[in-house]
């Protein structure tokens, strides 16, 4: 019977925190990913991230009962009543189809799978003959998101990457998009207007826009929230839009002939705002600009919600969102696709069960070595056990951090394993050699943990630099290997030693 010590207290706990951080998931149903603004499930309040129980009194527990029952509701193109059940709370409306609504299975566990395992396409992406700055890539980052949420996408991924040059990249990753969806998308340059009347009034970046408000409550806030007669609420903002002079001359020139609205309070014609050519919204002009040479404007907007909170919430990422367009809209440069791959999701089920048939095989080559090796079938479990408990304490902190496990990071999580094994190997030899001498059993293990030691640091010193290697594409490897030697070195390595010395001794 082997003695629990402290250091395999610790062991047990990692390992137990690490199942609360993956969670695996027994749940039933089809969970919803996306709702299109401004379709009738999304005003009545249905939401990404609801897990579908009924629809229509038909119970649902997988994706496909969902189609099905789909197909089954809308027969002809007639207008049908929809009673959808959710895990939160029950919506009735009238629809002749839910095409706005996309749904996928519940996740088994917390784990969130790459595009290497989920399906999609990844795009490395470069202004075209120009090197940019760290912030300029955070403005490119912020209005390729504006420009793929204004075609609809989502499942969206967009992150900044570096290569050992220094060069900053953009990598954008589009679950179930074609290498053709992507060129479409990111392959133009980003353009931002501003119209009255059909006549481009100022456009996005320093041509025409000096500043806008931002971060500051005096001249961009949330000024007010109200019951909406429809149900919910609705919540007003606010925020100032600093021209430069000539567009400030030809915003007067535009609105000096416009009549007001009903209201009076407002010009009769609205400022659209387009991003690529695509309208995606529409503001109400203040009547007091008419004809006006003023370089401060202030654009209004809202956002709506079925509570208060939430409505605060969707008018604070509009205001966000056309801050960002107007800022940024219109780049300096044209992208260039240095890299796109792309997956399809049968192929990335076929990866994922490869890669667990592939673990099995280590499992058993591993084990099969050792017991020829040692003759000891404790020493045979011992390394396995702690194997797998390496393997399973780095899903469990890749799930906590929300960390896309693609190829590499796989690839990353087999390099530790096979580290932790080596070390283990150096842990044993260290230990049932050598007994003649006059050394102690912990002075050879004391000595194992200084070639350990040593290796850790040759391993953290290489993968350092791969972090940041091939625009970040291998930045999975590196992270988890990281990971794996940390947990190794922390955790596990010293709960086997003292596994190893209960054994000998």
Not at 153 to 171: C, F, H, P, Q, W
Not at 176 to 188: C, E, F, H, Q
Not at 199 to 227: H, L, M, W
Not at 297 to 311: M, P, R, Y
Request: glycine content about 8%.
């Amino acid at each position: 019977m082997i003695k629990l010590t402290t250091r395999i207290w610790i062991l047990i706990i990692a390992l137990l925190l690490a199942a609360l951080m993956i969670s695996p998931s027994f749940q039933t149903g089809a969970v919803i990913k996306s709702v299109e603004k401004d379709s009738n499930a999304y005003n009545q309040g249905l939401r990404q991230g609801m897990i579908l129980k009924e629809v229509n009194a038909q119970k649902i527990e997988s994706q496909e009962d969902y189609v099905l029952a789909v197909s089954n509701l809308f027969v002809s193109n007639n207008e049908s009543r929809v009673d959808i059940k959710t895990d939160k709370q029950e919506f009735i409306f009238l629809a002749n189809n839910l095409s706005e609504i996309v749904v996928g299975p519940i996740p088994k566990t917390k784990l969130k799978t790459g595009l290497d395992l989920s399906g999609g396409a990844r795009a490395v992406i470069k202004p075209e003959n120009v090197s940019i700055s760290e912030e300029q890539l955070s403005d490119l980052i912020a209005i390729t998101n504006e420009r793929l949420n204004a075609f609809g996408i989502s499942d969206v991924t967009v992150r900044a990457a570096k290569d050992l040059s220094g060069e900053n990249y953009m990598v954008v990753e589009i679950a179930g998009a074609t290498p053709s969806d992507v060129k479409s998308l990111l392959g133009s340059q980003g353009k931002f207007e501003a119209k009255v009347a059909n006549q481009t009034v100022f456009e996005g970046g320093e041509r025409d826009i000096s500043d806008v408000c931002r971060n500051d409550g005096k001249c961009a806030s949330i000024t007010g929230c109200f019951p909406s007669q429809e149900g919910g609420y609705f919540c007003s903002f606010a925020f100032a839009v600093y021209l430069k002079e000539d567009a400030a001359k030809k915003h007067a020139e535009l609105t000096k002939n416009l009549s007001l609205d009903s209201t009076g309070k407002y010009l009769s014609e609205k400022l659209y705002l387009y991003v690529d050519d695509i309208e995606v919204d529409s503001l109400l002009i203040s009547s007091n600009l008419r004809g006006q040479t003023q370089t401060q404007i202030q654009i209004q907007g809202s956002g709506a919600g079925q509570t208060q909170e939430e409505a605060v919430k969707e008018a604070t990422k509009q205001m966000n969102r056309l801050q960002t367009i107007l800022l940024t809209g219109s780049l300096p440069y044209k992208l260039e696709i240095v890299k796109l791959d792309t997956i399809s999701p049968f192929l990335g089920k076929e990866f994922t069960k490869n890669i667990i048939y592939l673990g099995l095989v280590v499992f058993l080559v591993i084990s099969l070595s050792l017991f020829i090796k040692y003759r000891k079938i404790k020493i045979t479990l011992a390394v396995i056990l702690t194997m797998f408990s390496e393997m399973f304490i780095t899903l469990g902190i890749a799930a906590l951090i929300k960390w896309n496990l693609d190829a590499s990071s796989i690839a990353g999580i087999i390099a530790g394993m096979g580290t932790g094994v080596n070390d283990q190997i150096v842990i044993i030899d260290e230990s049932v050699s050598g007994k003649e001498g006059r050394e102690t059993l912990k002075e050879k293990v004391k000595r194992a943990f200084f070639i350990i030691v040593g290796a850790f640091l040759t391993i953290i010193a290489a993968m350092i630099p791969l972090f940041w290697a091939g625009a970040g594409l291998l930045r999975g490897f590196a992270l988890t290997t990281i990971i794996g030697v940390s947990i190794g070195i922390l955790i596990t390595r010293p709960a086997f030693a003292d596994i190893i010395k209960r054994i000998e001794e």
